[in-house]
């Protein structure tokens, strides 16, 4: 069978990806192409391609070759239902915090459902915003309220939630939404959570890309945990709860970080039967 001349690009594109480390050289290569030619990834390989588009690809294959994450490159990251906006100065969602999301998702239904109140959900280390907006996306009568520190993270979260009605603020989430201290239901963050020595082993993508300030939390990785459980005591009312996304070795030091004063501290696991969240309960 004679072979398209995207099937060739594509090819040539995933050995590049691989040669340079990338953990999924075959797919990125794909979805690159499905970017500039705005086809289907089903019938990406048949479709045909132009010089322009072509030239851009290359453009693109060099880039993610250097480790510039894929989303960079589009702009964009799927988030469970929702697309955001993504790039320079902004931490990139990744697939596993989708879960985390959920989890705030259905704890804010069941809080609509056993009350005619509505829910009230808090983000912290909002970043692009991808929770809030996923919150917002199937729980629209949520009340839903986000805070980042980092400016330039700020303004991507901005572009995302600017007219979904998520109250977002610049600033610490230490001493954020004093208005709301003893009414949230539901506090939910993804804050950074990689120890400083662990440098060497942390992907290109996320050390060289990523701000700093999403990353990086001490010497265990729990500076930014600890803030948010007392963060989270303050804000939630009795009986709320709270969610907080760990790396994978963390599944014992994170949940210990509640152990003292909340109650039902659970830890959550990934697709990948690693460990990746932890949640707990105020006590009424």
Do not use: K
């Not at 294959?61 to 902004?90: K, M």
């Not at 009568?141 to 979260?157: F, I, S, T």
């Not at 007392?230 to 030091?253: F, K, M, Y």
């Amino acid at each position: 069978m004679i072979r398209t001349q995207a099937e060739r690009l594509i090819d040539e594109a995933a050995a590049t990806l691989e040669a340079a480390g990338v953990a999924s050289p075959v797919a990125d290569a794909e979805w690159l192409l499905v970017h500039v030619l705005g086809r289907p990834r089903a019938v990406i390989r048949r479709a045909p391609v132009d010089g322009t588009q072509r030239a851009t690809y290359l453009e693109m294959i060099a880039a993610r070759a250097r480790r510039v994450p894929l989303q960079h490159i589009t702009g964009t990251a799927a988030f469970r239902y929702v697309d955001v906006e993504v790039g320079p100065g902004v931490f990139v969602p990744r697939p596993e915090t989708e879960l985390l999301a959920g989890w705030a998702i259905e704890q804010a239904q069941t809080r609509s459902a056993a009350s005619s109140e509505r829910p009230v959900v808090v983000e912290l280390c909002a970043g692009s915003g991808a929770i809030s907006l996923s919150v917002v996306h199937e729980v629209p009568h949520a009340d839903v309220h986000a805070v980042e520190l980092d400016p330039d993270a700020h303004g991507w979260a901005l572009r995302n939630l600017g007219d979904s009605g998520v109250d977002l603020r610049l600033g610490d989430m230490a001493d954020a939404f004093g208005d709301l201290d003893g009414t949230v239901d539901v506090v939910v963050a993804n804050p950074p959570y990689i120890p400083l020595d662990a440098w060497e082993s942390v992907a290109p993508e996320a050390r060289d890309h990523d701000p700093a300030l999403a990353l990086w939390s001490g010497d265990d990785g729990l500076d930014a945990m600890r803030v948010v459980e007392q963060v989270a005591w303050r804000l939630l009312r009795p009986g709320g709860v709270v969610g907080a996304e760990h790396a994978d070795a963390q599944g014992e030091s994170a949940p210990a970080v509640f152990a003292e004063r909340w109650l039902e501290v659970r830890d959550h696991r990934d697709l990948a039967d690693r460990p990746r969240f932890v949640t707990a309960r105020r006590p009424a």
